[in-house]
């Protein structure tokens, strides 16, 4: 692991993504999945489950039966012919994802997503599709998690029958993800003095961009090995306010969610500090809180490109700690 080669893959970020829109413009990668799906199982560790997380309630509230396992964990769903297994390996050797997904082999319809051409994980799998996101150098997934964030919004169009411009949205994330590498020397400093606390930062996300939040932590805990964690918003109420009582309380919120408003009351309350990172929603940083700021970034009022964009600011912070911690 290294922190200059990993800032030079985020770096790297809007033109990874620009060629996977071509991609997928040219095929569909997903135009093999048998007729006769009738559940979803998406398997995986770390990055991959955050991914796979938001990718099956996306699949649910379409009406899809669709569900995010931990690969480790000891019971399943049961092997089947219309069962879709999607296991997910940016590396293609978790030892995890391979365990559990011996159960499934021959006995469902297995889709190896990974970065890595004949690895372990595409050993006896039906479909194989490419993430397409480069060789991360720094060895920390941060493309590959992006890459497989659009592929499953591909996946999830070609599951429900609905005509999506994944193509467009992947280009549209491209320039996002563009305006803040451009914009750093303007918003990064600031945001590294506000989130640079004793006690690490805590990212919040709604929901449907849970893995945000998650990759966010992970960001902070993988390269400069500070604490963070991840909750989302409305759960926040009821688990992570307390911290806000006796800690250095310092937070990344990712708005979007109906419960902002509810978290930043107690925000305000404890004097905690806050980033509010895209389309500031009522209630996100409402009253001019202390310590709270608001970055914005080209498309960050759609969702979708949030999603696939946002993460980008806790990496570039988790970069440079990283950076001045190694040197």
């Not at 994944?166 to 750093?184: C, F, I």
């Not at 009522?282 to 964009?309: F, N, P, Q, S």
């Amino acid at each position: 692991m290294n922190p200059e080669l990993f800032l030079a893959d985020l770096e790297a970020k809007p033109a990874a993504l620009a060629a996977l829109a071509a991609t997928l413009e040219e095929r569909d990668p997903f135009e093999d999945i048998p007729r006769e799906v009738r559940r979803v199982v998406f398997l995986g560790m770390g990055s991959s489950r955050y991914a796979a997380g938001v990718a099956a309630l996306r699949l649910r509230a379409a009406g899809v039966d669709a569900v995010a396992e931990y690969a480790s964990a000891a019971l399943g769903h049961p092997p089947s012919r219309d069962t879709l297994v999607v296991a997910i390996s940016a590396t293609g050797g978790s030892r995890e994802t391979l365990d559990a997904l011996a159960r499934h082999r021959g006995r469902s319809t297995v889709l190896a997503l990974t970065n890595t051409a004949g690895s372990p994980v595409t050993e006896g799998a039906d479909l194989v599709v490419d993430m397409a996101a480069g060789e991360e150098r720094g060895g920390v997934s941060c493309r590959t998690f992006q890459h497989t964030l659009a592929l499953l919004l591909a996946l999830q169009a070609r599951l429900t029958g609905v005509k999506a411009d994944v193509p467009g949205l992947v280009r549209r994330a491209a320039e996002a993800n563009a305006d803040l590498l451009d914009r750093r020397g303007v918003w990064l400093a600031d945001a590294l003095t506000l989130l640079d606390g004793p006690h690490g930062v805590y990212a919040i996300a709604p929901a449907e961009r849970l893995s945000s939040a998650e990759q966010s932590a992970l960001m902070v805990r993988e390269g400069p090995r500070r604490p963070a964690d991840a909750c989302e918003t409305g759960d926040w109420a009821h688990v992570d306010v307390y911290l806000t009582k006796t800690l250095d309380y310092r937070a990344i919120l990712f708005p979007g969610s109906r419960y902002d408003g509810q978290a930043m009351e107690w925000v305000r309350q404890r004097g905690s500090a806050v980033l509010a990172v895209g389309g500031a929603t009522e209630g996100a940083v409402k009253g001019a809180l202390e310590g709270a700021r608001t970055l914005r970034y080209a498309g960050d009022e759609d969702a979708d490109v949030a999603l696939l964009t946002e993460t980008l600011v806790a990496e570039l912070v988790a970069a440079t700690w990283w950076s001045g911690s190694a040197a």
